[in-house]
């Protein structure tokens, strides 16, 4: 009933840009928060950052000042990535929280396909 498409994902050195894009569509009657989390192999999938509706953004600690999240509009989230290490590979997976259309507005909490991101030393 939600899709995410992600895009932007790929192979790049340390200390270089990647720009991943996720664009959430189908039946929403809100998105309160869209984020984005990574999965290294062999690791538990984490946080990477989070935007509400109202704009308010948590980061992990591990990308502060590297990677800036931002919307183009309220289905729409960037994520910029800057500075990036050989421990930021992992596959990035988008997610969106909020309302379904219909008179009953069902919570919903929607995963992306997830895209690569590798970072090579």
């Known amino acids: 009933q939600v899709q995410l498409v992600e895009s932007g994902g790929g192979l790049v050195q340390a200390g270089g840009s990647l720009r991943l894009s996720c664009a959430a569509s189908?039946?929403?009657?809100?998105?309160?928060?869209m984020g984005w989390y990574r999965q290294a192999p062999g690791k538990q999938r984490e946080l990477v950052v989070a935007?509400?509706?109202?704009?308010?953004t948590n980061y992990a600690d591990s990308v502060k000042g590297r990677f800036t999240i931002s919307r183009e509009n309220a289905n729409t989230v960037y994520l910029q990535m800057n500075s990036l290490k050989p421990e930021d590979t992992a596959v990035y997976y988008c997610?969106?929280?909020?309302?379904?259309?219909?008179?009953?507005?069902?919570?919903?909490?929607?995963w992306g396909q997830g895209t690569q991101v590798t970072v090579s030393s």
């Open positions: 997610n969106a929280r909020g309302l379904l259309k219909g008179w009953a507005k069902v919570p919903y909490d929607y």
């Open positions: 189908g039946s929403i009657f809100s998105i309160d928060a």
């Open positions: 935007i509400t509706s109202g704009g308010s």
